[in-house]
């Protein structure tokens, strides 16, 4: 994508001043014309400007908003490129009213919306793109409009739901950490500086929490760029490195309450992308083909890879997924009910109901699920912080002359 500045008499015959971005085989003259705009001058802008410009963001609840008014304006039959131009004049966002504007001037140019909305893969998904296009190629497009909008909106929810139930664990870790370090670094210091005027011998837990507390004065600083230089690291590898990815997305599947919650997200996520593929009439293959590049964790995008291998062989897709050992029993018997009886959407979208409704309880109680563990380990901490405030003064008394 390259960025241009344009100078152009517009259709009303104002002058007017853009910033446009295209493929790099577009022409930038072919597009202002298809608004009927008049181009004057074209610049051609460094690529480090479209870090300065000024874009807000746009929100997946945005999107949902935008193709639930293409479903109505198209339903009411308004043409497309007209119900665009009004969507772009209605937005409040700037740099969705843009994107707008594009699409309208290319549906308006000939162009099909299904392509117009490819060359913005960034904010509208693959399967949203191939819904338009089933829905063009059928005649059905607001039927596919409307499919497309709830699929986003039991997506949005999930993901929602699935961050809320990993945000509150991982918070409160990280609290007990701060918690455990404050102790020790401004805490302990003052108390074992007194201990050692006593001239007593000191119990095994204080010598723990003086060997600690000395650990992290002297090597605070250290241990706190070695921390921010490991976690930038692993951050670095999972977007560099696809072995490295897939390795610490396994392990994560493995952890006691993290592990359940994505394992749960990833069931309904496919299941749910499958049925609507599918109902939408796209073969099975071409459906985890889409499927496959809205995965974000690799051990589900290489379990849907080796299942594409198993159906090109000739082999069932509950078999094919049966030989990975990673989906439920359950989920496998109802994609074999589903393939036997001719109902697969069906099928999927029960498994999607199913572990939908697992991630929405999960979500709920998790701060009851997490509480015991926080209270033990809390307890357990300032168990050890008692014995070692409390043994040094135990040890002072009874060694006290009466």
């Known amino acids: 994508m390259r960025l241009y500045g344009v100078t152009a008499i517009n259709d009303k015959g104002q002058k007017t001043h853009q910033i446009i971005e295209l493929e790099d085989n577009e022409n930038v003259a072919d597009y202002m014309e298809m ?18 410009r000024f874009r807000q963001k746009i929100n997946p609840q945005d ?19 007209s119900a665009l131009s009004d969507l772009a004049k209605d937005a409040d966002n700037n740099h969705l009213q843009s994107v707008l504007e594009n699409i309208s001037n290319r549906v308006h ?14 904010i509208f998904s693959d399967i949203t793109v191939n819904l338009v296009r089933i829905g063009e190629e059928t005649g059905k497009l607001d039927n596919t409009l409307k499919d497309a909008a709830e699929h986003m909106k039991k997506m949005n929810d999930l993901t929602t739901k699935t961050k809320s139930a990993l945000i509150y664990p991982s ?27 006593f001239q007593i011998d000191l119990p095994p837990a204080t010598k723990l929490i003086m060997g600690m507390s000395g650990f992290f ?18 951050l ?9 990815k897939y390795i610490t997305d396994k392990l994560l599947l493995k952890t006691p309450v993290f592990g359940q919650i994505i394992r749960n997200y990833n069931y309904a996520f496919i299941a749910e992308y499958l049925r609507l593929m599918i109902s939408a009439g796209l073969p099975l293959y071409l459906a985890l083909t889409i499927m496959e590049e809205s995965l974000t964790n690799s051990v589900y995008k290489c379990s849907i890879e080796q299942a594409k291998d198993g159906i090109s062989m000739g082999k069932s897709f509950s078999e094919a997924l049966k030989e990975q050992n990673l989906y439920p029993n359950v989920i496998l018997r109802m994609v074999s009910i589903g393939e036997q009886t001719g109902n697969l959407d069906v099928q999927l979208g029960n498994i999607a109901e199913n572990y939908y409704y697992k991630v929405d309880c999960t979500s709920t109680n998790i ?10 380990f809390i307890g357990a901490f300032m168990l050890v912080i008692m014995l070692g405030l409390m043994g040094p003064v135990f040890s002072l008394i009874t060694n006290m002359p009466i």
Not at 190 to 197: C, G, L, N, P, R
Not at 236 to 244: A, C, G, I, M, V
Request: aromatic share 10%.
């Open 63 to 81: 999107i949902v908003e935008l193709i639930e008014n293409l479903h109505l304006t198209v339903r009411s039959g308004l043409p497309i490129s």
């Open 217 to 234: 004065q002297s090597y605070f600083i250290e241990t706190a760029i070695i921390s921010f230089v490991f976690v930038s690291l692993h």
């Open 171 to 197: 918070f409160a870790l990280v609290g007990m950490i701060l918690t455990m370090v404050f102790w020790l670094v401004a805490v302990m210091p003052k108390m074992i500086s007194a201990f050692k005027s």
């Open 367 to 376: 701060s009851k699920m997490i509480e015991p563990l926080i209270i033990a």
């Open 109 to 122: 140019a000939g162009m099909t919306l299904s392509k117009a909305l490819s060359r913005h893969s960034g």
């Open 35 to 52: 608004d009927g705009s008049n181009v004057l001058s074209i610049k051609k802008l460094p690529s480090f400007y479209r870090f300065l």
């Open 236 to 244: 670095t590898l999972r977007k560099t490195q696809n072995r490295y």
